[in-house]
């Protein structure tokens, strides 16, 4: 802009000096011709020529004056000419110094550009994380207190269940004691409806130093119907399903406490809390050869991330389950103490054993990227004692047994079908649906009751709404000193007017199938209904007049809603 404002004047002083020449060339006179009448020129008097001369003087000095005019207007022009030549220098001078100093000007002005721009990003990106955050903030997912994370959990349950053959139970059902087909009770059906599974939990968790400290609490109304009548109020009480604290280190190791799912039962993944398997069953109490347990329990863990293998002990509260066959003389049955023994204090009115050791669980679990594998050992400590007498004299009799197994949960096809498989063998009686740990020998000794366990089903997931299932399961005893005897007197158990059976249990088999729905699953949480049905059979080892059995067919059916 500069330099354009500086060559207007020089254009201008090039036009008038162009404009003054072409004016003095153009007003320059010839002479006259003087011209007489005959059209010829006549000869010039003296007069004449004077006054031609006088003219052409005058007009010499008009020109010449003329000429002045133009050198002095040339030399004024020449001096603007060099003043805007030397405004022109300066002006580059300032413009150049005007750069020099406004490089640093311009370093600050990029530099402050540079950090709104870091800050538009980082505003935006605020503004991106608030967005995913209003959710979170209108349907929290947890409360914050003192730093603890506090996440509560659980579901309502309205429930109703159909028993072919009644057990006067709830909707836990007790498959060992389904009624042989003579019993009465064979002979009736059942109808009940509970809100008793009904579940609430709590956990709470957060940072201590690197380590992560958890505490988890789980609660149903699942407890003994003492005090309680179906006749107006239904008054049930609440018992502990869950309650242990939980330390888990960054290096992989992880110790744990309280009452919590035993490290017995099947996990999906790894082997940490909360993250054991049930089958899918509205039966609270899952299904017979399905190997569990809920009870106090110390364990340490240690995860290989890098072997994506876990490996764990854990010392459990120990019961023992015992059965006197009718072999063993009322001699020794009349002091027979230990196994079954009635608590007293806050355990009064409950019956016992009396323990010698914990029961001591060890596992290792595989995860590779198609499945979850778990091989796992149990050892126990059994003991009796036959009380001091005349003639006989006291003593304390201790058995060392335990069992082992495996399992397996493999999701397959996309994680649209999983599969289940697990089998136990060994004195892990209690465990199981049938729970028979020890047979008393005639000489008031103990006798591990090596059963089989296993299950096996199917689970389906085609949509994220609906969850299918069928599983198979069974428990096995065999016949050990006089359980199972082959003279054991049947013959009273095929009439109901003469009922009179002590038959022993053989085996145990179920088969079930049901299904999940949920309506709605969002940030209010998940309303579902479920049904399943379930076939068990019940078989004795044949005696004389030969082998009882029983039979059931369950319907059950749930309508739930989870909290979020």
Same mark, same amino acid.
């Given at each position: ?10 254009? !201008?002083?090039?036009?008038? +000096?162009? &404009?003054?020449? !072409? ?43 003329? $000429? ?64 995913? !955050? ?36 709830? =909707? ?5 004691? =389904? ?11 059942? %109808? ?5 599974? *009904? ?33 107006? *109020? ?39 809390? $909360? ?5 899918? $069953? ?20 240690? /995860? %290989? ?21 009718? /072999? ?12 079954? &023994? ?38 126990? *400590? ?16 201790? $058995? ?54 296993? +299950? ?31 003279? =054991?007197?049947?013959?009273? @158990? ?6 009179? @059976? ?12 049901? %299904? ?9 949480? *998940? ?38």
């Amino acid at each position: 802009m500069m330099q354009h404002r500086i060559f207007w004047p020089l254009a !201008l002083v090039a036009a008038s +000096i162009g &404009t003054f020449g !072409l004016t003095a060339v153009a007003q320059t006179p010839e002479p006259p011709a003087r011209i007489t009448t005959s059209g010829k020129p006549s000869a010039a008097t003296t007069q004449d020529l004077e006054q031609l001369r006088q003219t052409m003087d005058e007009q010499n000095r008009l020109a010449q004056k003329r $000429l002045d005019q133009i050198e002095q207007q040339n030399q004024e022009l020449v001096r603007q000419l060099r003043a805007a030549e030397d405004q022109l220098s300066q002006a580059e001078q300032q413009i150049d110094q005007h750069s020099d100093a406004a490089t640093p000007q311009v370093a600050a002005l990029q530099a402050a550009v540079s950090s709104l721009q870091s800050t538009q990003k980082a505003a935006a990106a605020y503004l991106e994380q608030q967005k995913k !955050l209003d959710p979170e903030r209108n349907f929290p997912s947890a409360l914050r207190y003192r730093g603890v994370t506090i996440v509560p959990g659980g579901f309502f349950a309205a429930e109703a269940l159909y028993r072919s053959h009644a057990e006067n139970a709830d =909707i836990n059902t007790s498959w060992a004691s =389904i009624p042989w087909d003579a019993q009465t009770m064979s002979h009736l059906s059942e %109808f009940r409806a509970s809100a008793r599974q *009904t579940r609430l939990s709590l956990r709470a968790s957060g940072p201590a130093g690197s380590a992560t400290i958890t505490g988890y609490f789980e609660t149903d109304f699942l407890a003994s119907g003492t005090g309680a009548s179906e006749q107006q *109020t239904n008054g049930y009480s609440n018992r502990v399903r869950q309650m242990w604290g939980r330390v888990q280190f960054p290096n992989g190791w992880t110790f744990a406490g309280g009452q919590m799912w035993s490290l017995l039962t099947v996990n999906r993944v790894g082997i940490e809390n $909360l993250t054991e398997y049930a089958p899918g $069953l509205v039966d609270g109490t899952i299904l017979p050869g399905f190997d569990y347990a809920r009870q106090t329990s110390f364990r340490v863990t240690k /995860n %290989f991330a890098s072997y994506r293998t876990t490996a764990a002990f854990s010392a459990e509260n120990a019961a023992t389950v015992g059965v006197t066959p009718a /072999n063993v003389p009322a001699a020794i049955t009349a002091v027979l103490s230990g196994l079954a &023994t009635t608590g007293t204090g806050i355990m009064a009115n409950t019956t016992y054993s009396t323990n010698v050791a914990p029961d001591l669980i060890a596992k290792l679990a595989f995860d590779p990227r198609f499945g979850h594998f778990e091989v796992k050992a149990i050892g126990r *400590t059994f003991r009796d004692r036959l009380v001091s007498t005349a003639k006989i004299p006291g003593k304390n009799n201790t $058995l060392l047994d335990g069992s082992f197994g495996a399992a397996a949960y493999l999701p397959v096809f996309t994680n649209k079908v999983s599969y289940l498989a697990e089998a136990m063998w060994g004195a892990d009686g209690r465990y199981g649906a049938t729970g028979t740990d020890v047979i008393v020998e005639p000489n008031g000794a103990l006798s591990a009751e090596k059963s089989i366990h296993g +299950i096996t089903g199917i689970e389906v997931h085609p949509t994220s709404r609906f969850d299918g299932y069928a599983y198979g399961s069974e428990e096995y005893l065999p016949r050990d000193y006089g359980y199972g005897l082959k003279t =054991i007197n049947n013959s009273n @158990c095929f009439a109901e007017a003469t009922y009179s @059976c002590s038959a022993s249990l053989k085996a145990m088999e179920t088969g079930a199938a049901g %299904f999940w729905y949920r309506f709605y699953k969002g940030p209010s949480g *998940t309303v579902q209904f479920g049904m399943d049905y379930v076939y068990a059979l019940k078989e004795a080892w044949s005696g004389v007049g030969g082998a009882p059995r029983g039979i059931d067919n369950v319907m059950e059916s749930s309508f739930r809603y989870y909290l979020p």
